[in-house]
Nanobody, 115 residues
């Protein structure tokens, strides 16, 4: 099973926080570098944060200092803590391998930030 399941999205006021979760099959994703992506209307799907099997992290400039990516010791659950959210960050968030995503995308989780 290669499915990735994202959750944790919702409606939040600008400046608020959300924590996203992503669970994937352990035998596939436990040692992969994983990332969170987002895709706004009419835009390409961009990588916003990533984490290696060893725990090294990387972030898009736009989210540095506000978002934190982490993963469980088992490796197949990845989180994205999002603080100080902005209304322009309203979109669907996905997880996948990073920096090169696989062809297997989950359904994503909708984040809506109200101003």
């Amino acid at each position: 099973q290669v499915q990735l399941v994202e959750s944790g999205g919702g409606l939040v006021q600008a400046g608020g926080s959300l924590r996203l979760s992503c669970v994937g099959a352990r035998n596939i994703y436990a040692i992969a570098t994983m990332g969170w992506y987002r895709q706004g209307p009419g835009k390409q799907r961009d990588l916003v944060a990533g984490i290696t099997f060893g725990g090294s992290t990387f972030y898009a400039d736009s989210v540095k200092g506000r978002f934190t990516i982490s993963r469980t010791n088992a490796g197949n659950t990845v989180y994205l803590q999002m603080n100080s959210l902005k209304d322009e960050e309203t979109t669907v968030y996905y997880c996948n391998t990073a920096p090169n995503p696989s062809q297997y995308w989950g359904q994503g989780t909708q984040v809506t930030v109200s101003s």
